[in-house]
């Protein structure tokens, strides 16, 4: 079965960090690409970052370049988007996501709230 599992969200202030972990089980993850996502309620989901399966190749969204680092662990079979210099807007659900034999797979998903 295959689990795509989120954490590390929460409230935090503007200027402050969070890490966000997703651990995968059922799918060889050394191979996949795995994406970060994230979604307001109305709006669209948008990706946020995404890597490659070595970690080779890195793509973030314009709105969080130089603040957003994804990272990935393949022994731990997890991928993280350490998150800095939060701002109001990056209120979100965030998603991680991968496509395996032509299916994409989510997350539950796990909410980042930016406030003071």
């Known amino acids: 079965q295959v689990q795509l599992v989120e954490s590390g969200g929460g409230l935090v202030q503007p200027g402050g960090s969070l890490r966000l972990s997703c651990a995968v089980s059922?799918?060889?993850?050394?191979?996949?690409?795995m994406k970060w996502y994230r979604q307001v309620p109305g709006k669209e989901r948008e990706l946020v970052a995404h890597?490659?399966?070595?970690?080779?190749?890195?793509y973030y969204e314009d709105s969080v370049k130089g603040r957003f680092t994804i990272s990935r662990d393949n022994a731990k079979k997890s991928v993280y988007l350490q998150m800095n210099s939060l701002k109001s807007e990056d209120t979100a659900v965030y998603y991680c996501?991968?496509?395996?034999?032509?299916?994409?797979?989510w997350g539950q998903g796990t909410e980042v709230t930016v406030s003071s």
């Open positions: 996501n991968t496509r395996a034999s032509l299916k994409d797979y």
């Open positions: 059922g799918l060889t993850f050394s191979s996949l690409l």
């Open positions: 890597i490659s399966a070595l970690g080779t190749s890195i």
